[in-house]
């Protein structure tokens, strides 16, 4: 508010500064009543006077000078108001020197002697009203000359740091103009900051890909709002040597600079490396898609090859144990049945081969269809029942599903099943126990294997299902096999 300015009184003769005081107080106004015109001098220094009110006689010997010097050195926005009482009659005529020399010099407003109070009053709001619009330009002028100073502080950082930055940078205007290159740019281009000046010429030169004429670092400004960002994507960079890179481009609009223009960065990391490893390992990973490929067409063939013998040497065992040959010895018989059991053995890797290598070409077919599994678990008993004898294993079958039907592909079940069982024979002690369970609930089917065997170590429950795996397998093993039940499982 104007009235909470003090209002500095000068009038040295008499009570006439009491009096002043009283009236200004009875006014509402706040009143300094000053010694001298040192005091005066020094609040207006200080920029703490709304209106100064003084009387003529203030202004003899040298308090006339120092106030001249005083108004002369306000700052550019202050001019202080200044009411000085003059004697009765004084403006009548021709002003005295003293006062039309301090007129020229300030904002004087002249009151010849006798005032009344409401003119005093009114006079002095007003110039009270005019001194509150100077120190609002002051506060002003204050912020926005921090807010410049800020935005150089601001300038200048951004500058640094974009100079300094480890990866390529550019600021340009959206007009094109480029303002600045990162260290990194041009020591990765190796063109010199002054030799291209503008996103256009840059692109011309450096960019391979642009299309005649096309300014691509530049091409995208319109759609960017302060704040937002696009990814131009990756280009080819002519570096000066004559030599390509790939870079992945950025842009981030930063704002508008002093005249106007929109601000931009942009900004680019060097892919050509990476670039370079992905098509080295798509080609690596081509390369071994299609060794295995090749490894699975090659186990496959082996395997249909040689089960085509296998199954003649089981024939014609067969063919002798049933004497068709003539009679033979109990030996010999034993002898027979040893060839069977290796060849019964060996048919058994070799399948296990041929169903992984049908698996890895992807030839494994899976049907959804409804299956009974009751008929499943009473199937799988011939075909396990003779190595539980052999090892006098007992074998306990539980379930709850008589004449249930499940969504699945039964052969699949019934091989994964055999696969387990199998396992599980061969590595339970002889007169151990196997356990087949089956359980339900509202919408699955839950079978598990359980024996009394040596068991999985916790380390190797994930290996366990890899390709050629076997717990504790070393060549004086006793145990047989390939590896691949449970990975085929």
């Not at 990391?269 to 898609?289: I, K, P």
Request: overall charge negative.
């Amino acid at each position: 508010m104007p009235e909470s300015l003090p209002v500095a009184l000068l009038t040295p003769t008499g009570k006439d500064g009491i009096i002043a005081e009283r009236v200004l107080k009875s006014a509402g106004l706040i009143p300094r009543l000053c010694a001298d015109m040192n005091a005066v001098c020094e609040l207006l220094g200080r920029d703490e006077i709304g209106v100064f009110v003084m009387a003529e006689e203030a202004l003899g010997g040298e308090a006339k000078q120092k106030l001249f010097d005083a108004l002369q050195n306000q700052a550019s926005w202050s001019d202080v108001p200044v009411i000085i009482l003059t004697g009765e009659d004084e403006l009548s005529g021709h002003l005295p020197k003293v006062l039309s020399g301090i007129a020229v010099k300030g904002n004087v407003t002249l009151l010849e002697r006798p005032v009344r109070v409401a003119t005093l009053t009114t006079v002095i709001r007003s110039g009270l009203r005019a001194r509150q619009r100077q120190l609002d330009v002051r506060d002003h002028l204050a912020e926005r000359t921090a807010a410049e100073r800020s935005l150089r502080e601001s300038e200048a950082r951004l500058r640094s740091a974009v100079q300094s930055a480890p990866y390529p940078l550019m600021l340009h205007a959206e007009d094109g103009e480029i303002l600045q290159l990162s260290q990194a740019w041009t020591a990765l281009t190796g063109y010199d900051a002054a030799e291209l000046v503008t996103t256009a010429e840059w692109s011309k030169r450096a960019l391979s890909d642009a299309p005649d004429g096309k300014d691509l670092l530049s091409s995208h400004d319109t759609e960017l709002d302060a704040g937002g960002s696009v990814e131009l994507g990756e280009r080819q960079v002519k570096i000066a040597d004559g030599t390509e890179r790939t870079w992945d481009f950025h842009r981030v609009a930063l704002g508008s600079l002093p005249d106007g223009r929109r601000l931009t960065l942009t900004a680019a990391v060097d892919v050509t490396e990476y670039r370079e490893l992905v098509e080295r390992e798509r080609s690596a990973r081509a390369e071994a898609e299609g060794a295995n490929a090749a490894k699975s067409r090659f186990l496959a063939t082996m395997s249909h090859e040689l089960r085509t013998p296998l199954n003649a040497i089981q024939g014609y065992t067969q063919l002798l144990a049933l004497e068709v040959r003539g009679p033979i010895t109990p030996p010999q018989r034993e002898d027979l049945e040893r060839i069977e059991r290796s060849q019964r053995h060996l048919l058994s890797l070799i399948n296990d081969v041929l169903n992984f290598a049908k698996i890895e070409a992807g030839h494994i077919a899976v049907v959804s269809e409804p299956v009974d599994l009751a008929e499943v678990f009473a199937s799988i008993r011939e075909f396990v029942e003779l190595q539980l004898q052999e090892k006098s294993i007992q074998f306990t079958l539980s379930h709850t599903v008589p004449g249930e039907l499940v969504c699945g592909d039964g052969d699949k079940v019934r091989q994964v099943l055999i696969n387990l069982l199998s396992n599980a024979i061969k590595f339970t002690p002889r007169g151990g126990l196997i356990e087949l369970k089956c359980v339900a609930d509202d919408e699955m089917f839950h079978i598990s294997v359980r024996d009394t065997g040596t068991g999985i170590p916790p380390d190797k429950l994930e290996a366990i299902f890899e390709p050629f795996v076997q717990v504790s397998r070393d060549y004086s093993s006793k145990h047989q096999g390939t590896g691949l039940g449970l990975s085929i499982s």
